[in-house]
């Protein structure tokens, strides 16, 4: 054991080139399945993950032994693994400090075979392939999903710990922090950058350190990053927003705000989580109510708390004042803290004392780990720079950009070949290195001065989008749809919910969005109203033939639109669908505003302007800001009115002709039937 401890820099994990086998999530699935089924003790996915942490550490000190053994005797493989791992317990306490994963005594309890299981599966993943991470894979398959009921926390996927890691850059000598740390992700892709950067294990040991409020997930980060460091490791069980220990423990980080050089970040999110008390809450400026001074047009904060704060936001003051002047902050978000009216003033905060370097959007995949696990919270990584004095930059400031559109899996977790990510990083250092590149929506730049109305998500500033307008200047009026409503040529207007209780009561179509697809309104009988419900909304919403119906909140129909024909006024639309009405057909025509709206340049619009409150999407007031491409032809103009009018026309009227059929097949007996079949 001396000699392996005066040794320990050799035993670090290192990369390595070795190409992978099987699929490390796989792998590990099929553990996790093979122990719920053979493991006689506990078949819970916290106690299996336990046994599992136990023997990966094990292998990862096999490996570095280079010890060689007949893995198909499955006594002989339990034998070494339990050697190992009676010699890493024994390390291991002494390399955490203040904490340790294996308790004194502690023994590996699995049986034989189920640790040759084990071991067969680990030697089809490269574990020296430090591109992935053996210990956050393990840790997302067994309890990843079941993080969603424990105050927001998400397992951060390793493409995005990497990304946020590298836009961060740290360097030898500094100190960084993650105050939400989890299973150790960042404090693990922050070590071996170190490592890769050549800086010794003991220097690496006394720069990173880590906070959380989870024991459990405290002792797993402090694990992972000791097989780093293999030296003491600065890792500790607090509260970071009300910056005290576990159980009144003396806090040896106390005195440590606006020490550190960065913070590196996921903290927990989610509206409903109170994350602190009021007493705490109270020394948090964020923690109060903000108003816009009208004169200055910035928020200024009163003297009122709020009733309750989501803690992402009380986790951007933290982070603020964890580092020193200059300091960097990457950190997590969900794209709604950076794009929502409620959270403006947060933004206004952080352009108050820090610089913004990148904002980068993320697939709403990115969070979700299976069919049922994880979330499709669409989320941001973004990189800001405290500043050292409270000053404005006058707008000159560039802000690095992007909006990955795949990050390697799709929303069941499942593997595909895309991974936008790492492009995206190489971007990031191109444009720090001032190399003239073509930009794309995977990187390009826009200055402070350019930020609208406190809003930073990437796809609003999309380059893209104004160019393939531009390709249209010459051959059409590029009209913008709020002047058209300021000049009264168009209103607009949103529905009504009348709630679930009230479907199946009559055969009035209530409209959601899903009823939309087309330029068609496709009536759903189950969701029907009653006469009675129907007079209650009618004469406010009045719908009218000519009508168009466009969706304005969702997840993937923002922007779909339908057309009200002779056959569809008696209905009841929903609060998430505009109603648009063409009140001077002389100067625009209902059918060329439908096939403008549904064209790819108002499309590729809307996407960009489309914002996340949590998990549903939202155009909101911003399809004023919508660009029209109308053709300066009036030849053209007339022929794809004529060729949209057509088209509604053939398609309605087949429709009716149906539904007709269906119900002359009935013949006498029609009148028995209601619009549900019944």
């Not at 000598?173 to 170190?194: H, T, V």
């Not at 709020?482 to 529905?495: E, K, N, R």
Request: aromatic share 10%; with cysteine; charged share 25%.
């Amino acid at each position: 054991m001396k000699n392996r401890l005066q040794n320990h820099e050799q035993l670090s994990l290192l990369p390595s080139e070795a190409s992978e086998g099987l699929d490390y999530k796989e792998a590990y699935r099929q553990i996790r399945n093979y122990l719920a089924g053979q493991y006689v003790g506990a078949t819970r996915d916290e106690a299996l993950l336990v046994e599992v942490i136990k023997c990966l550490f094990c292998k990862l000190y096999l490996i570095k032994q280079q010890l060689q053994f007949d893995n198909n005797d499955a006594f002989l493989v339990a034998k070494q693994y339990r050697k190992a791992f009676s010699e890493l317990r024994d390390l291991l306490p002494n390399l955490f400090g203040t904490q340790a994963i294996f308790s004194h005594g502690e023994e590996l309890l699995l049986d034989p075979a189920s640790i040759t299981y084990i071991d067969h599966k680990l030697d089809k993943i490269n574990l020296d392939n430090w591109s992935r991470d053996p210990f956050g894979d393990a840790y997302e398959i067994f309890i990843g999903s079941t993080i969603r009921g424990q105050e927001g926390q998400f397992f951060t996927p390793q493409n995005a710990v990497e990304l946020l890691v590298s836009l961060v850059n740290p360097k030898s000598g500094e100190r960084f922090i993650d105050p939400a740390c989890g299973a150790g992700g960042f404090l693990n892709a922050i070590a071996r950058s170190l490592v890769n950067a050549g800086v010794s294990l003991n220097d690496i040991s006394n720069s990173v350190f880590g906070v959380d409020k989870d024991n459990y997930l405290v002792n797993l980060a402090a694990a992972r990053l000791s097989l780093v460091t293999l030296s003491p490791v600065n890792v500790f069980c607090a509260d970071s927003l009300a910056w005290v220990a576990e159980g009144e423990r003396n806090f040896l980080l106390k005195d440590s705000l606006g020490t550190f050089d960065g913070v590196v970040t996921n903290p927990p999110f989610g509206s409903r989580i109170v994350s602190v008390i009021s007493n705490v809450q109270k020394v948090f400026e964020l923690g109060y109510k903000w108003k816009t001074d009208k004169k200055t047009c910035k928020f200024v904060r009163s003297d009122i708390l709020q009733n309750s704060v989501p803690p992402q936001v009380l986790f951007v003051e933290r982070c603020l004042s964890l580092v020193k002047s200059n300091g960097r902050i990457g950190m997590v978000v969900p794209e709604s803290l950076i794009s929502s009216k409620n959270y403006r003033y947060v933004i206004n905060y952080i352009r108050e004392y820090a610089y913004i370097k990148a904002v980068l959007g993320m697939p709403e995949s990115l969070f979700k780990i299976s069919g049922k696990g994880g979330t499709h919270t669409k989320t941001c990584l973004v990189l800001f720079q405290k500043k050292s004095e409270r000053e404005l930059d006058g707008g000159k400031i560039r802000i690095f950009m992007a909006e990955a559109k795949w990050c390697g899996h799709d929303s069941r977790g499942r593997q595909l070949g895309c991974d936008e990510l790492p492009e995206i990083g190489r971007k990031y250092h191109e444009f720090l290195s001032n190399i003239p590149k073509k930009y794309s929506h995977l990187g390009y730049s826009i200055s402070d001065n350019q930020i609208v109305d406190n809003v930073l998500a990437p796809r609003y500033y999309n380059p893209e989008v104004n160019d393939s307008l531009q390709l249209l200047k010459d051959t059409h009026h590029l009209i913008k749809f709020g002047d058209l409503v300021s000049s009264g040529v168009i209103t607009i207007s949103t529905g009504d919910e009348v709630g679930k209780l009230a479907y199946g009561n009559g055969d009035i179509p209530f409209i959601r969005t899903s009823d939309i697809s087309n330029w068609e309104i496709k009536v759903d009988p189950k969701h029907c109203i009653s006469e009675e419900i129907y007079a209650t909304y009618a004469k406010k919403q009045d719908v009218q033939e000519g009508d168009i119906l466009m969706v304005r909140d969702g997840t993937y129909l923002i922007g779909t639109c339908a057309f009200v024909t002779k056959y569809d006024t008696r209905i009841i639309y929903q609060s998430h669908l505009y109603k648009l009405r063409v009140t001077d057909t002389s100067k625009l025509s209902p059918y060329l505003l439908l096939a403008a709206l549904s064209s790819v340049p108002v499309q590729q619009q809307i996407k960009s302007k489309r914002f996340t409150q949590d998990i549903i999407d939202s155009l909101g007031d911003r399809i004023n800001e919508l660009i029209l491409p109308i053709p300066k032809d009036k030849l053209l103009q007339g022929k794809v009115t004529k060729m949209v009018q057509q088209a509604i026309h053939e398609r309605i009227e087949a429709r009716e002709l149906t539904r007709r059929a269906c119900l002359e097949l009935l013949g006498s007996s029609v009148a028995k039937f209601d619009f549900n079949g019944n």
